[in-house]
Each structure stands twice: as structure tokens, then as C-alpha cells.
Nanobody
Framework: QVQLVESGGGLVQAGGSLKLSCVASARTFTTYAMGWFRQAPGKEREFVAGVTRTSGSTDYANSVKGRFTISRDNAKNTVYLQMNSLKPEDTAVYYC????????????????WGQGTQVTISS
């Protein structure tokens, strides 16, 4: 069982930045691919970014490429999402996710989810 706790959400103006953090309880954190998803009101949850176990590879949704950066610190059991040049359409609840399989993570079916953190971008 893996528990994920996100933090760092908030309200910022368009063009601003936020950095989300997610701490995982797993003692075997390095065996999990980690990712971020988001869900805006009235929309389905969507993949935002993912990072493999050893940070060897990352993947991003087209809508955030060049603006968001995912990273992980395996010594701290933490994954981050640095969000720059934020837009009103980035407003959503952001969820941290974990899965032993990279393919399951990026396809939107990870085994573990955090509780979510609200990100609101004002225009």
C-alpha cells in the first residue's frame, strides 16, 4: 500500500508559477513510476506528466510541454511538478499518482492516488 500526500496548490495569477510536491509513504519508492494528473470542473481526469523510477525518462501532456517540469528525489520519497507560465485553463485539482508499471501510469490507470490539491489560476 502506498499513501501519497500532495501539497503546494494555491491561487496565482496567469503567468505565475507554482511547485507541487507529493510525498510517498512507500519504503520502495524507487520501484514506482510517478506522475501527476489533473481534473478540471466538468471534465475528465487527464494525464499531465510522468517520470520513470530512476528519472531516466519523462512524459508530458502536449498542453503543458515547455511549461511544466516533473522531477523526483528518491532520497526524500518525493515527486515534484514545477509549473511555469500558468494559464487559466490549468485550473484544476492536481493528483499525484504511482504505479509499478510505467504503461499503466501514463494510460491513466495507476494503482495509487493522492487526495488532490487545488490549483486556481486567475486571469
Amino acid at each position: 500500500q502506498v499513501q501519497l500526500v500532495e501539497s503546494g496548490g494555491g491561487l496565482v495569477q496567469a503567468g505565475g508559477s507554482l511547485k507541487l510536491s507529493c510525498v510517498a509513504s512507500a519504503r520502495t519508492f524507487t520501484t514506482y513510476a510517478m506522475g501527476w494528473f489533473r481534473q478540471a470542473p466538468g471534465k475528465e481526469r487527464e494525464f499531465v506528466a510522468g517520470v520513470t523510477r530512476t528519472s531516466g525518462s519523462t512524459d508530458y501532456a502536449n498542453s503543458v510541454k515547455g511549461r511544466f517540469t516533473i522531477s523526483r528525489d528518491n532520497a526524500k520519497n518525493t515527486v515534484y511538478l514545477q509549473m511555469n507560465s500558468l494559464k487559466p485553463e490549468d485550473t484544476a485539482v492536481y493528483y499525484c499518482a504511482a504505479d509499478l508499471r510505467w504503461s499503466d501510469l501514463v494510460r491513466g490507470g495507476p494503482d495509487y492516488w493522492g487526495q488532490g490539491t487545488q490549483v486556481t489560476i486567475s486571469s
